[in-house]
């Protein structure tokens, strides 16, 4: 077994519910998680998975370490990623399977069970949720969150920013806009266009987020992290 001092050490931004999911990858593959930082004050001083929350996420620029973030909101990811002036990491669960002739950009999260087939290309900061699969040519764009269980099917393409949620199924060739948002258990046999939220079998579009109609604006301190 490797020792504690031997793993590479990281830090998380982020203290939410997705921290403890990505702790749990990061220490089976080898890396250490010495501290979190979040701006919850609330937060401070409290561990989790036996790891301390130790301050706002401005102060991790101080550790010298590389980092990954745990939010699960896309927008937060991004605003996080921009704001913050760190090097990032990657964290692959020991029992997700990432093919050699896939390319994941910095900052990526694929967890347990998760299938990402030759012919991917990932963008920054993006999270394949457990048991989801990426099957061959796909391409999906900086800070997609994919939660647990999704299937794209090849050459679909997901556009930046855009949240799928837990066990949507994606036909072949399908085009996901940036922004968009899928509800849980969809099946999407159509394209759906950028900004617009989907949900149903098959799925139909069920609004526009007023909050995103257009480009979304990185304003930070407007979100905490979680």
Request: charged content about 15%.
């Amino acid at each position: 077994m490797v020792s504690e001092t031997a793993m590479r050490q990281i830090v998380l931004i982020g203290g939410g519910d997705h921290a403890s999911e990505i702790i749990g990858a990061a220490r089976l593959s080898g890396m250490s998680v010495t501290g979190i930082y979040d701006d919850d004050s609330n937060l401070w001083g409290q561990s989790i998975c036996d790891v301390l929350v130790k301050g706002p996420v401005d102060q991790a620029v101080h550790t010298g370490l590389p980092a990954v973030l745990s939010s699960a909101d896309p927008v937060h990811r991004r605003e996080l990623a921009e704001h913050l002036k760190l090097s990032w990491v990657t964290v692959i669960h020991p029992k997700a399977v990432v093919e050699r002739y896939a390319h994941l950009e910095l900052g990526c999260v694929v967890l347990d069970g998760a299938v990402v087939q030759p012919g991917v290309r990932m963008g920054a900061h993006v999270v394949v949720g457990a048991k989801s699969t990426v099957a061959h040519d796909c391409i999906l764009g900086d800070y997609v969150h994919m939660q647990p269980g999704v299937q794209l099917a090849g050459y679909v393409e997901v556009g930046e920013g855009a949240s799928l949620g837990g066990g949507a199924v994606v036909i072949p060739k399908v085009r996901i806009g940036r922004w968009s948002t899928i509800s849980v258990a969809s099946v999407l046999i159509h394209d759906v266009s950028d900004f617009t939220s989907v949900a149903g079998v098959p799925a139909k579009e069920i609004t526009v987020p007023t909050a995103i109609l257009s480009e979304p604006r990185l304003d930070y301190g407007r979100m905490q992290t979680g």
